[in-house]
């Protein structure tokens, strides 16, 4: 399997809490967030308009595919939280799907959005984890082979932060059999040279070799900005992700359906 590195056009999103008077803020903050994976099926509930993207998972139950395929859909439209949260009801309306157990350790670690992994998040993402393991032998050969790469992004329940996130992702990319390639999308991502030179910083260990040139010059347009000799290639796709939020923002407020 290959793994896609996908940099995003959404500026990192600095999340704060207001905090009680009796309270550190920082244990306030952590206890707004579900500590269990039963906690994030809390308020799951199915939506319309996201598509009709399907990928079977091993259960037998309509109910639970029904939350995973949402939870990848969600995934895909880089909503983390509420991917997790629809894995989470997947895993609560069938125990024993390890896929579902899978779904909500991936997606409730860090992500270019929310680098940092606070304890609460740390503690599920293993839990679950742990829970695919443990149900893995009901699992398709391709969901074992996923849940066992994921076990490196997870070693232990040890919290994720910048400072030592690089040797994790390095031990989940050669778990998934390499990177393909390093695409950035969207806003920032399709705008900003600054910022994809930031990111691309220390990944050689990927095989980005960034040309400095081509990414200063490759503004809003498609393109390739690596280098030559580059093990791979890292693109620029425009996507006009601010027309589409434009667009979907018209139609809430007119009422009318998103199309599929």
């Known amino acids: 399997m290959r793994a896609l590195f996908t940099a995003s056009a959404t500026a990192l999103l600095l999340l704060a809490a207001g905090a009680r008077a009796?309270?550190?803020?920082?244990?306030?903050?952590?206890?707004?967030?579900?500590?269990?994976?039963?906690?994030w099926a809390h308020g799951a509930r199915l939506f319309e308009g996201l598509g009709s993207f399907h990928r079977q998972a091993s259960t037998?139950?309509?109910?639970?595919?029904?939350?995973?395929?949402?939870?990848?859909?969600?995934?895909?439209?880089?909503?983390?939280?509420?991917?997790?949260?629809?894995?989470?009801?997947?895993?609560?309306?069938?125990?024993?799907?390890?896929?579902?157990?899978?779904?909500?350790?991936?997606?409730?670690?860090?992500?270019?959005?929310?680098?940092?992994?606070?304890?609460?998040?740390?503690?599920?993402?293993?839990?679950?984890?742990?829970?695919?393991?443990?149900?893995?032998?009901?699992?398709?050969?391709?969901?074992?082979?996923?849940?066992?790469a994921l076990a490196a992004r997870y070693p232990n329940a040890q919290p994720l932060d910048p400072s030592n996130l690089d040797p994790v992702l390095g031990a989940y990319a050669a778990a998934m059999g390499g990177v393909d390639e390093v695409a950035f999308t969207g806003g920032i991502g399709e705008n900003s040279a600054a910022v994809r030179a930031s990111i691309c910083q220390g990944l050689e260990w990927a095989g980005i070799s960034l040309d400095a040139a081509k990414n200063q010059k490759t503004v809003g347009v498609e393109g390739v900005i690596s280098r030559d000799d580059s093990r791979l290639a890292v693109h620029v796709i425009p996507t006009d992700e601010e027309l589409l939020i434009a667009r979907d923002t018209a139609r809430c407020i007119l009422g009318e359906p998103n199309p599929q």
């Not at 009796?22 to 906690?39: L, N, Y």
């Not at 929310?114 to 293993?126: D, N, T």
């Open 60 to 148: 037998s139950s309509p109910a639970a595919q029904q939350y995973f395929d949402q939870g990848m859909r969600f995934l895909w439209a880089f909503n983390h939280d509420e991917s997790t949260r629809s894995f989470a009801k997947a895993a609560e309306l069938d125990p024993a799907c390890a896929a579902c157990y899978w779904g909500v350790a991936l997606t409730v670690g860090p992500n270019y959005n929310v680098p940092a992994m606070i304890e609460p998040r740390a503690r599920v993402a293993f839990d679950a984890l742990h829970e695919a393991q443990q149900n893995a032998a009901h699992a398709s050969p391709v969901e074992q082979a996923l849940i066992e």
């Open 22 to 39: 009796d309270a550190p803020p920082a244990a306030h903050a952590m206890a707004q967030f579900p500590a269990t994976v039963e906690d």
